[in-house]
């Protein structure tokens, strides 16, 4: 069965510093794709960054970075220097076979 | 540059009533979803299409009716509105070549 898990209901860290949102799924298919999106409070949902299970390397978008491992079928976002902004809910996804599903969300909490 | 636009974005019903969400993209893709959010939850994904005239079942889709009969809209229907309905509805697209999910602003639907 087609399964993401993100295991972190909550997470803090002060502002400055490096954190890790983790996220695990499983899945048969060698083709798929993973997903991180944040949801603010206002509620809109914002694209951060993508990783093919193909790719070679592992994605990055300015100050954020996607730890694919995909022999333990994790794909972790790294946030580096971590700002007020980046307090919000943050949800992992995987794409395959045309159908996309998500994890349960991360609620990261940045403090000053 | 609309993107993927919801109709309405607040809704109030009664129960046993019916309505349809109302979903549109001007950017030609083939994917197209619907999600609900209930508080505190992730996004689970009630139907989904990859085409014109192709539809299929996602992980809640008890209560909920799709078609897609132009590439643009994506209508979700509910025949008898249920109290257990009550939730925020998000619809998103994608290309299906690659690339992030894009989503619309949400709608909001309170089932009395």
């Known amino acids: 069965a087609q399964k993401i898990t993100q295991t972190q209901p909550g997470m803090f860290v002060q502002e400055k510093e490096a954190v890790t949102l983790d996220c695990t799924y499983d899945t048969s298919d060698p083709s798929y794709g993973l997903f991180w999106y944040k949801q603010p409070s206002s509620g809109e949902m914002i694209f951060l960054i993508y990783q093919g299970s193909y790719d070679q390397q592992n994605a990055t978008e300015g100050r954020y970075s996607l730890n694919f491992q995909k022999a333990r079928k994790s794909a972790n976002l790294v946030i580096s220097a971590s700002q007020l902004g980046d307090s919000a809910m943050y949800f992992c996804a995987m794409i395959l076979t045309g159908k996309l599903i998500f994890g349960q969300g991360t609620t990261l909490q940045v403090k000053p | 540059n609309a993107g993927v636009t919801q109709t309405p974005k607040f809704q109030v019903l009664k129960t046993g009533q019916s309505m349809t969400l109302q979903c549109a993209q001007d950017?030609?893709?083939?994917?197209m979803s619907w999600y609900r959010q209930d508080p505190g939850m992730g996004l689970r994904l009630i139907h989904y299409?990859?085409?014109?005239?192709?539809?299929d079942q996602g992980e809640v889709p008890n209560g909920y009716n799709v078609s897609r009969s132009t590439t643009e809209d994506f209508p979700l229907r509910l025949l008898s509105a249920a109290p257990s309905q009550t939730s925020v509805y998000f619809c998103?697209?994608?290309?299906?070549?690659?690339?992030?999910?894009?989503f619309g602003e949400g709608s909001r639907l309170t089932v009395l």
């Open positions: 950017m030609n893709h083939e994917y």
């Open positions: 299409s990859v085409g014109a005239g192709i539809t």
């Open positions: 998103a697209s994608r290309s299906t070549r690659a690339g992030e999910l894009f």
